[in-house]
């Protein structure tokens, strides 16, 4: 299926190297691989493949291919100066893409700077309005079968559920064994399963960290350091709550989302907030990569505990907030009382099974599938 992102990476190839992120496995290869069929002589490189490795560090690729994709390159020791200098003596004319799984930057020390030589783009798991376009699918039911597979190409494709089974339950083994070693002792990697199992049951829960230290018995800092890994390998992202005083919103208790709504063990409620969350911030990043937008994604809670699930914020200020519901129309008083605070920003109340949509003031009571069938990715 043709992802979203392939006609604006096209462009942005005829003018500079592009980075292209993302978790692991939501196809970020295989739209390498359709990109690169349209240009002349491209080469594909994966840094795990033995023979792809030895070409990247003897730099024998072809200089006639009109582009060169380099997959999994943040393995190698030293990428970015290496890349660096790749850039800056390359082919004219020649097209430079970078693949990778995980945002090791925030884990490894970055050598050379890349500042001014490339886009980036993240790549998310398949959206209600992908499906729709790839499939013909009515936004109903791409959004159900979302939430019945998960996002991931692998999975939402399959023919049957249990295959999606199957896949999940290999994915999240396979992400714990290897790509968390890289950042963890081997020791620990029975307490980081056993932290991901708790979080698939505490999604949209605001995260108390020193509650779930108490219960496997390690540290909140320790805790906090899991958190920071299964965030950067892309299983996880933290919402925070939206507050003016950015210093005073990061200590606050975070929600967490799976980038992978088959993942989450709990209600269809719970399924529901997950899938809206992962596409209101493929929503948020696709602004940041497309047009360079200071988009951020928050949660409400004030000091009576009272929440809204979602706040889209841009610069810092609210653009829009969504709270998620199964069937219930009823309007979250809190939800009128925010969306009189801020009248420049949209209020939506998006409700999974809605027999008729209909504007209730300031806030808009939505099918929450064509809702998202209309978001920008």
């Keep these: 299926m043709e992802r979203t992102l392939t006609p604006f990476i096209q462009a942005d190839l005829q003018r500079k190297m592009v980075f292209l992120s993302g978790p692991r496995q939501t196809g ?105 376009t790839a499939s013909g699918a009515t936004p109903e039911a791409a959004l159900a079968r979302i939430l019945e597979r998960g996002g991931f190409p692998e999975p939402l494709l ?25 950042f963890s002792r081997i020791g620990e990697i029975r307490a980081m399963r056993v932290f991901v199992d708790m979080l698939r049951n505490r999604v949209g829960s605001p995260l108390s960290l020193a509650s779930l230290a108490r219960d496997l018995q390690l540290s909140p800092t320790t805790l906090a350091r ?83 699930d979602f706040a889209l914020c841009e610069g810092g200020e609210p653009v829009g907030f969504a709270e998620c519901k199964l069937s219930d129309t009823a309007l979250p008083p809190y939800l009128v009382a925010i969306a009189a605070r801020f009248p420049a920003a949209g209020a939506a109340l998006l409700v999974r099974y809605l027999r008729q949509p209909e504007q209730r003031g300031r806030v808009a009571v939505e099918r929450g599938a064509e809702w998202l069938a209309r978001l920008a990715a």
Excluded at 256 to 280: H, K, P, S, W
Aim: glycine residues 8%; neutral net charge; hydrophobic residues 45%.
């Design 28 to 132: 970020k290869t295989t739209l390498a691989r359709s990109l690169a069929s349209a240009w002349p002589k491209a080469q594909v490189l994966n840094w795990d493949v033995a023979g792809d490795r030895r070409i990247i560090l003897e730099r024998s690729w072809l200089p006639a291919a009109g582009l060169v994709v380099f997959d999994e390159l943040h393995k190698m020791e030293g990428w970015r100066a290496w890349l660096k200098g790749v850039s800056d003596g390359r082919s004219e004319g020649q097209a430079l893409l970078v693949t990778g799984s995980a945002r090791l930057d925030a884990f490894r020390q970055s050598g050379e700077s890349l500042a001014g030589r490339y886009f980036s783009w993240r790549l998310h798991p398949v959206t209600v309005k992908e499906w729709v």
């Design 226 to 308: 899991y958190l920071e890994i299964l965030e950067a390998l892309h299983i996880v992202f933290a919402v925070r709550p939206f507050h003016r005083n950015i210093a005073r919103a990061l200590l606050k208790e975070p929600k967490v989302y799976f980038f992978d709504t088959g993942l989450v063990q709990g209600d269809e409620g719970a399924r529901f907030e997950n899938a809206c969350a992962t596409m209101i911030l493929r929503h948020a990043h696709f602004l940041q990569d497309s047009a360079g937008r200071a988009m951020s994604l928050h949660y409400v809670r004030d000091k009576e505990g009272r929440e809204i």
């Design 158 to 182: 399959a023919e049957q559920a249990t295959d999606a089974e199957r896949w999940r339950q290999l994915y999240l083994d396979g992400v714990i064994r290897d790509d968390i070693l890289e």
